[in-house]
């Protein structure tokens, strides 16, 4: 019975989407910005460029219009209804507000899956036709696909024990009694870390480092591994650098590949799928050729470490994932809205939910705020001293960052566009958190207000 | 099909208190109103603009809640789903789906009385003929005239074959025919045993169909009864006759007269307007 009547909401719900246009006009609207953006927006010219382009802003067009098609829909599923008194002939019927609230909901997710599938449609086409459309040789065009048109795992070089390391090297320092005065040995092997680091990555002229992985257990299945890294010079100019990088772990099955690159600029590595059938770790290392004194500084931050890209799964498989996590946000979007849409009017509605994206789309300030402790960095002098109401903000920013970290953290598009696996972690994640939690606490309230709510 | 005393509705100091954003009391729309509605009556609930008929209304329709006091529909409160389930409501505006046609707004409001399979075709194919709709079935509701309109919102009340029919203004924007035959449904409906409780201007109308009225102002019931009781003056008498010869006539106007000391009122008995409208046009040779 329940299901019938959730059903016949939803149902409503989309055919009023179809009869009254809104659907037809978003599905041109959708074909037109995903056909058309790649069009307007210019690449480098090349068609790993071109093939970036589609894939990012036709990813971030598509969600950004149908969160704010979700949230509109959302807000007036139920403000709109009740401000028309449509309402009255369907809450003089015997269903729970719930089911009503429920079958709203189904009702724009319907929309949204079809609207999300349409995109997935557009966006795999446009990727396989511009790539097999274009004049590059084909080379060029076999490693573009290789690395946009399939998804990778992304691994991270192993790192050593900081702190064993760091540990052992105190101990010597203490025996040896060259710690400097009024150092506690805690701020010394945090000193040591970074002095250690800084080594690591710092690579002199005819200098060199050595990255290794650990293997994965799948197989690459024909496909190319691919080494994204970047270098940073410690000089202002940006004078190219001569390199060799040494693939495999002992000679019989090492390899060597020259490479020039300008310092500062990200560079991408085929390495063929020859490297993946060797040992459980394997070896990636770095030799400078060039005599020139000019020091390359590799970053310590970890996301400026060389990563290996290795074959995952199909560029379709990891798409559908990634739809499948903005189709949770946009669950979260239309609960918020349908929400917003119980108590207040239309406008209001729209209004207050709009101020939530908003506030959500600055999670980078937020982030930055919450971190670091203050509103802004000083350009000179110390930070100023904080008042109670700085405090009181502060604490405000520290809630709203922790609400909104599933939300920011939960975001498939760089990965889509960079042909990093959208991971079945990820897709449990946002069906957890923003399915399971967000928009059942949104719904919680949404229906608490909705059951109080007099229709006079 | 009623409740154990027999009554439908059932307020006792019915009280509706609308407040402003601070709470404060704004207005009192129902101002402690007792009202009893039994099984098998029409009920009429007459009242100038704003004298809270409407908010009666919603308050049984579990709309609004009622500030204080107690009401009970089929012996139950008003918002209980069960209730809704034994219940039709016909609002005074037509607040349909314009994108959907007739018959498919029907099969939406059947679906949320949980009617499926063949029971809901027999109910919203028989309900479309009942009220006259059957050349209009398919198109959209936001190409029907106002009196369509109303036949569909009359039609989606008796979807669930209601015990409880509650109807805002039902002949509102009703031609004299379909007037007619709403009214003549509404009493087959009676009949049948079903309660009807309804809320109009139309005191012509109240007048033919309803058993019992009462009148609100102010959000005070001042009068309740039946409609006979409240139009019957026991001090006149109305006489059909056969026009008799002049001197007759007066002879006999003399007598009474004499006898009551008052001077009787004599003019000829006439048809109602509605009467003279609807035989001239059910007699039109266009008239299907």
């Known amino acids: ?456 | 099909m009623g409740t154990q005393n027999g009554l439908v509705i059932e307020a006792r100091k019915l009280t509706k208190i609308f407040r402003d954003f601070w709470h404060r009391p704004k207005v009192t729309a129902v101002h402690g109103i007792d009202l009893e509605i039994r099984q098998g009556e029409i009920f009429g609930l007459l009242g100038p603009n704003g004298s809270g008929k409407s908010t009666t209304l919603k308050m049984i329709l579990g709309l609004l809640h009622p500030s204080s006091g107690d009401l009970t529909v089929l012996g139950k409160p008003p918002h209980d789903v069960a209730v809704k389930a034994r219940m039709g409501f016909m609002p005074e505006e037509s607040y349909l789906y314009k994108y959907l046609t007739a018959v498919e707004i029907l099969n939406f409001y059947a679906n949320l009385y949980g009617l499926s399979g063949s029971l809901k075709k027999e109910r919203v194919e028989g309900l479309i003929t009942q009220v006259g709709l059957t050349a209009a079935r398919n198109r959209p509701i936001g190409e029907f005239s106002k009196g369509m309109a109303r036949r569909v919102g009359l039609a989606q009340c008796l979807l669930n074959d209601p015990d409880l029919i509650l109807l805002d203004e039902p002949t509102s924007g009703l031609d004299p025919i379909a007037c007619r035959e709403v009214k003549d449904l509404l009493l087959g409906l009676a009949k049948r045993g079903k309660t009807i409780l309804i809320c109009s201007h139309h005191l012509a109308d109240m007048q033919d169909i309803c058993d019992r009225v009462a009148i609100l102002l102010n959000g005070d019931i001042c009068t309740q009864g039946t409609v006979q009781d409240l139009l019957i003056n026991p001090d006149t008498l109305r006489l059909s006759l056969p026009a008799p010869p002049r001197e007759t006539l007066s002879a006999i106007l003399d007598y009474i007269e004499q006898e009551t000391g008052r001077r009787p009122v004599v003019d000829h008995t006439g048809r109602t307007l509605e009467s003279v409208f609807i035989e001239t046009v059910t007699r039109h040779p266009s008239t299907p």
């Not at chain 1, 506690?184 to 200098?207: D, Y």
């Not at chain 1, 650098?241 to 000679?251: C, E, K």
């Not at chain 1, 402790?373 to 960052?401: N, R």
């Not at chain 1, 566009?417 to 719904?443: D, F, K, N, P």
Request: glycine share 6%; net charge neutral; hydrophobic share 50%.
């Open chain 1, 1 to 456: 019975m329940m299901l019938i009547r959730t059903t016949a909401i939803a149902w409503l719900t989309v055919r009023e989407a179809v009869r009254s246009k809104l659907l037809l006009s978003l599905t041109s609207l959708l074909v037109a910005g995903l056909v058309g953006l790649p069009l307007l927006i210019s690449s480098d010219h090349t068609l790993a460029g071109k093939i970036q382009i589609i894939l990012t802003y036709t990813t971030t067009f598509a969600t950004t219009v149908l969160s704010l098609t979700t949230l509109w829909i959302g807000c007036g599923g139920v403000s709109a209804e009740i401000q028309d008194r449509r309402f009255y002939l369907v809450i003089t019927k015997p269903l729970h507000r719930y089911e009503l609230w429920l079958g709203k909901w189904m009702g724009i997710m319907v929309l949204n899956v079809a609207l999300l599938a349409l995109t997935g449609l557009i966006i795999s086409t446009m990727a396989h036709y511009t790539i097999q459309s274009a004049q590059e040789p084909l080379k060029e065009k076999r490693h573009v696909s290789e690395q946009f048109l399939l998804a990778h795992q992304i691994l991270r070089p192993l790192t050593p024990d900081w702190s064993k390391i760091t540990v052992e090297a105190t101990q010597r320092l203490v025996q040896s009694g060259r710690i400097p005065e009024k150092m506690t040995t805690e701020a010394l092997q945090k000193k040591l870390i970074e002095e250690l680091k800084i080594q690591r990555f710092t690579i002199p002229p005819k200098g060199g480092v050595l990255f290794s992985f650990q293997r994965p257990a799948a197989e690459t299945l024909g496909h190319d591994l691919i080494l994204n890294y970047r270098f940073d010079s410690t000089r202002p100019e940006r004078t190219p650098v001569a390199a060799s990088w040494v693939m495999g772990n002992t000679p019989a099955h090492q390899f060597h590949i020259g490479v020039t690159n300008y310092p500062g600029v990200p560079a991408t590595l085929a390495l063929g799928d020859d490297v993946s059938a060797a040992t459980n770790i394997l070896t990636v290392a770095y030799q400078r050729l060039d005599d020139d004194n000019q020091a390359t500084l590799m970053l310590a931050d970890q996301t400026q470490e060389p990563e290996l890209l290795v074959p995952y799964g199909s560029f379709e498989m990891n798409l559908m994932r990634g739809l499948f996590v903005i189709l949770c946000r946009l669950a979260f979007l239309a609960a918020l809205g349908l929400t917003a849409g119980c108590l207040l009017s239309t406008p209001v509605a729209v209004f207050v939910a709009f101020f939530i994206i908003i506030l959500m789309a600055s999670s980078g300030y937020v982030e930055f705020v919450a971190t670091s402790g203050v509103f802004y960095v000083p350009h000179e002098g110390p930070a100023p001293v904080q008042t109670w109401l700085d405090k009181m903000i502060l604490s405000l920013f520290h809630f709203f960052h922790g609400i909104t970290l599933p939300l920011t953290r939960l975001d498939p598009v760089p990965l889509i566009a960079t042909g990093r696996v959208v991971s079945l972690e990820m897709t449990l994640q946002a069906l957890g958190w923003l399915v399971g939690l967000y928009s059942t606490i949104a719904a919680v309230i949404g229906i608490t207000l909705f059951n109080r709510r007099e229709l006079g």
